[in-house]
Nanobody, 130 residues
Framework: QLQLVESGGGLVQPGGSLRLACAAS????????IGWFRQAPGKEREGVSC????????AYIESVKGRFTVSRDNAKNTVYLQMNSLKPEDTAVYYC???????????????????????WGNGTLVTVSS
């Protein structure tokens, strides 16, 4: 059974850091693009970042550029989202998603669209509050 499991969420003060992990089981992430999405209370789910299967290409939404870094360790079948300088508006459930890459350096042109992603985790809650 193909599964993605997120971990690393929690409560953090503004300005703090968290590292989320997305671990795959039942399949190898080697040829999959991984995306990170988030959904804040009362809002639609939005794409935050994604990384190509080779890690050669990444993408971020404007509001997290310079603060969040996506990376992957294919040997561990895990993708990470390092989140620094967290703000209250980063509070959300964070999800990872996977889609098969067309090439190892490929990202979906409209990666922020949920329809591009075929596998989803159940999410991990990040709360940024003092």
């Amino acid at each position: 059974q193909l599964q993605l499991v997120e971990s690393g969420g929690g409560l953090v003060q503004p300005g703090g850091s968290l590292r989320l992990a997305c671990a795959a089981s039942g399949f190898s992430l080697d040829y999959y693009v991984i995306g990170w999405f988030r959904q804040a209370p009362g809002k639609e789910r939005e794409g935050v970042s994604c990384i190509s299967s080779s890690a050669s290409k990444t993408a971020y939404i404007e509001s997290v550029k310079g603060r969040f870094t996506v990376s992957r360790d294919n040997a561990k079948n895990t993708v990470y989202l390092q989140m620094n300088s967290l703000k209250p508006e980063d509070t959300a459930v964070y999800y990872c998603a996977a889609t098969r890459g067309l090439t190892i350096n490929w990202l979906p042109w409209n990666w922020r669209s949920m329809g591009n992603w075929h596998y989803w985790g159940n999410g991990t809650l990040v709360t940024v509050s003092s």
